[in-house]
């Protein structure tokens, strides 16, 4: 199976400040096809997970743009720039481009 | 406006069958895929298996022996069954869909012996 690191493991910003997660996986995430299906998801406290970024780089609809995602191969970056009160949560990777799909194991998120 | 909801029975047995249903909404079960996903209490995500937009299945080898997963295209219902439970299957279960954008609230269940 497809292991995805996450790193760090918890991550304190103040309100402003621009953070980085990282996620490396154990094999490419290149697809035959083309695509790299790694994405981004943050749960908020007590609530269910929502996909922030999808296919690397490609915001969802509805997400603020100071998210944003980066990397090809086995490495990945989620930033975001200008950490707000309403990102505290824990932010996971997933990969859907080798069977079973994976999660990291998750970074989260504290404002100091 | 699509809606993923997920019906569980709360409490089960050890050794016991568990049977989650999704109910969806707003989009058809032939079109995309739905995962399950589960969540240990304080532990991160779990992904069970997939019914494609196909009706085909793909499991997490780790569950596989146990797990299975159909569906109702007619009332728009995915079914996820999963035998043998112990303690350690205490988890939040979650239905997904197109491509993680779609979560149901979730359903948690307790396996207690």
């Known amino acids: 199976d497809v292991v995805l690191t996450q790193t760090p493991p918890t991550l304190s910003a103040t309100i402003g400040q621009s953070v980085s997660i990282s996620c490396r996986s154990s094999q490419s995430l290149l697809h035959s096809n083309g695509n790299t299906y790694l994405h981004w998801l943050l749960q908020r406290p007590g609530q269910s997970p929502q996909l922030l970024i999808y296919?690397?780089?490609r915001l969802e609809s509805g997400v603020p743009n100071r998210f944003s995602g980066s990397g090809s191969g086995t490495d990945f970056t989620l930033k975001i720039s200008g950490v707000e009160a309403e990102d505290l949560g824990v932010y996971y990777c997933?990969?859907?481009?080798?069977?079973?799909?994976?999660f990291g194991s998750g970074t989260k998120l504290e404002i100091k | 406006q699509v809606q993923m909801k997920e019906t569980g029975p709360g409490l089960v047995q050890t050794t016991q069958t568990l049977s989650v249903t999704c109910t969806v909404s707003g989009f058809s079960l032939t079109s995309y895929g739905v995962h399950w996903v589960r969540q240990a209490p304080g532990k991160g995500l779990e992904w069970m298996g997939i019914?494609?937009?196909?009706?085909?299945?793909n499991y997490n080898s780790a569950l596989k022996s146990r797990l299975s997963i159909s569906r109702d295209t007619s009332k728009s219902q995915v079914f996820l069954t999963m035998n043998s439970l112990q303690t350690d299957d205490t988890a939040v279960y979650y239905c997904?869909?197109?491509?993680?954008?779609?979560w149901g609230q979730g359903t948690l269940v307790t396996v207690s012996s």
């Open positions: 997904v869909s197109r491509g993680f954008a779609y």
């Open positions: 296919l690397v780089s």
């Open positions: 019914i494609w937009g196909d009706g085909s299945t």
């Open positions: 997933v990969q859907g481009t080798h069977a079973p799909l994976t």
